[in-house]
């Protein structure tokens, strides 16, 4: 199975700074045939259910707003939040869909300074 | 409105058998490969089982492998998580989960509200 690890567990951002979130692959998930990295960006908020953020690595859901981006390739990744906003507050989760099982990171939460 | 909408949940004893369903409704059923994932209290996701959009592929992890069974009925709009022999540790929130298209191998656009499981005696 790949594990997949996110750093830092918790941070707090001051509103309209930028929000860093790290994860990392314990084997690659970049698919040579397709050049695509199939890792993907959740956000939770307390009492929802997940909404996809970015997929492909770095690919925006649709409605997702620009201040979301992603960044990486293999092994390790980045979601960064540019301008951080009060609705940002929430629980952020990378996932694998290289190979079953389809695992997630274990979340870092998000909080305002 | 695109809409996925669980039930099924509720108290079960450890080693007992619960079956979740999942109603779908404003998009093509059975276009789309569809999965599960739980959220234990306070805790991170874990990813359950997938089903491919004709139903021959699913895929577990180790942990359910065995005791439960991922189905869907293209009919009916209708994904279904059959589990057995459950423990305490299988007590969570079940969310059914639909992946991005027909690929079995996508990220998880549409989420249900979850149905949580509760396994005591």
């Known amino acids: 199975d790949i594990v997949m690890t996110q750093s830092p567990d918790s941070l707090a951002v001051s509103l309209g700074e930028r929000a860093t979130i790290n994860c990392k692959s314990s084997?690659?998930?970049?698919?040579?045939?397709?050049?695509?990295?199939?890792l993907a960006w959740y956000q939770q908020k307390p009492g929802q259910p997940p909404k996809l953020l970015i997929y492909?690595?770095?690919t925006r859901e649709s409605g997702v707003p620009d201040r979301f981006s992603g960044s990486g390739s293999g092994t390790d990744f980045t979601l960064t939040i540019s301008s951080l906003q009060p609705e940002d507050v929430a629980v952020y989760y990378c996932?694998?869909?290289?190979?079953?099982?389809?695992?997630f990171g274990p979340g870092t939460k998000v909080d305002i300074k | 409105e695109v809409q996925l909408v669980e039930s099924g949940g509720g108290l079960v004893q450890p080693g007992g058998s619960l079956r979740l369903s999942c109603a779908a409704s404003?998009?093509?059923?059975?276009?789309?490969?569809m999965h599960w994932v739980r959220q234990a209290p306070g805790k991170g996701l874990e990813y359950v089982s997938t089903?491919?959009?004709?139903?021959?592929?699913?895929y577990y992890p180790n942990s359910v492998k065995g005791r439960f069974t991922i189905s869907r009925d293209n009919s009916k709009n209708t994904l279904f998580l059959q589990m057995g022999s459950l423990r305490v540790e299988d007590m969570a929130v079940y969310y059914c989960?639909?992946?991005?298209?027909?690929?079995?191998?996508?990220?998880?656009?549409?989420w249900g509200q979850g149905t949580m499981v509760t396994v005591s005696s």
């Open positions: 989960a639909r992946g991005r298209g027909s690929s079995d191998y996508d990220a998880f656009n549409i």
């Open positions: 996932q694998q869909y290289y190979s079953s099982p389809f695992t």
């Open positions: 089903i491919s959009t004709n139903g021959g592929t699913t």
């Open positions: 084997q690659s998930v970049l698919y040579s045939s397709n050049n695509k990295n199939y």
């Open positions: 404003g998009f093509t059923f059975s276009s789309y490969a």
């Open positions: 492909w690595a770095s």
